[in-house]
């Protein structure tokens, strides 16, 4: 059962650990609103497509400033949890990654929570000898839509049909 | 403290990445809908012993028409993230699996939740040098019956003990 | 792309794996209520500093007991799942981990729910061969209090500041 070195070496743990690394970083650092650090994870010229491809930015800069935008308002509180790696080593040193986010986005002070799941699709690069993520983004499985302080639920989407309560 | 060769083959990463890689697969295709190809991920002669073992199936076929059937309708939305992997590899090509579970099952036309989590134990099987899912089964922790669009919980069992509110 | 035997070596994936099993067999038997299989993961002089440091054992015992104490009640139901290990070996058979918590704690009892996110920083050490957890403690990043049976939101504290409705 055991393999070789030769065989080891082929698939090698420690570069997909890393790839790991990167990406629980991109989330701690997101929850954390520390954008520009978050910038140096990405490659200049990355590109997203999140919401299912509804919002797309182009380039580091524009992603953290769409972050920043989106999200640096201290009174929006969230959580991306990213579960189940799969990643992928290519040639070049590039990789893909699947990921199945759940993550809420929560405002206060709009009584009013967005929570999901959602499968990303990403693409990393090697650059410098660090892997940075190249290309972000995901497909929703579901999204609530949720009247937060009392926990009534107003809307659901998934499989591109939305219940409404 | 760093490992030789020797010791570092003894317990192969790349051998637990694998069967992880088998486990996050099989949740992405259980939440997708896509059962045909979950049943690849098991070996022909597969159990199962879902919810505390109420629930048994044998046979690849035969857990593949389960799904489909209890799981099968669009209008059911599902979220299975499996947590914590515990895998140690045995003998003559077999594995065994702990994993953290926490699921929801959501039934927007019979206003209906299910939310839970439950502690897997999984077994694997390599066949033709690709690790497949011999026996998966697990013990709820606790369960959660939540009228979805208020969110009012009805009931939580857990140890045993059911609390209906 | 591939790194040779050598390089892999220097971060072993097999250590920052066993420190994964650590981490999660001490969520496994937290959840489980086992406390004093839970204290033989900590080193005897094991430090905590839960709830962003406003809880502060140390010592194997005093934290068993801690924990006894605050959770050993069986009517009160928890969740804690550690997400996104960033685990990084030190010299000496030292380690740190950062992980990503999402913990509930249920007490139907007191119509009562915590639900919150915090990021965990830990030290390990490895004693006689293996690891165990010599440090552990997490800031929050929100924590939610709700009234459980109706979802309720009563309050949430994120950084710095408490939200009530």
Known sequence: MRKGIDTLSLVDPSEI????????????????????????????????????????????????????ESLGDPDIITMHNGHHPEIELGDDDTATGRWYLEDRVIVPAHDFEIHGTALYEDRYTKVDGSWKISHTGYERIYEEHIRYSSGDVRSIRAGGQTTTF
């Open 17 to 68: 650990a890393s790839i790991c690394q990167l990406k629980y970083a991109y989330f701690r650092l997101l929850d954390l609103k520390r954008f520009t650090e978050l910038g140096e994870l990405l490659t200049e010229d990355a590109t997203t497509a999140y919401q299912s491809g509804e919002l797309r930015q182009s380039g580091r800069d524009a992603i953290v400033a769409f972050l920043q």
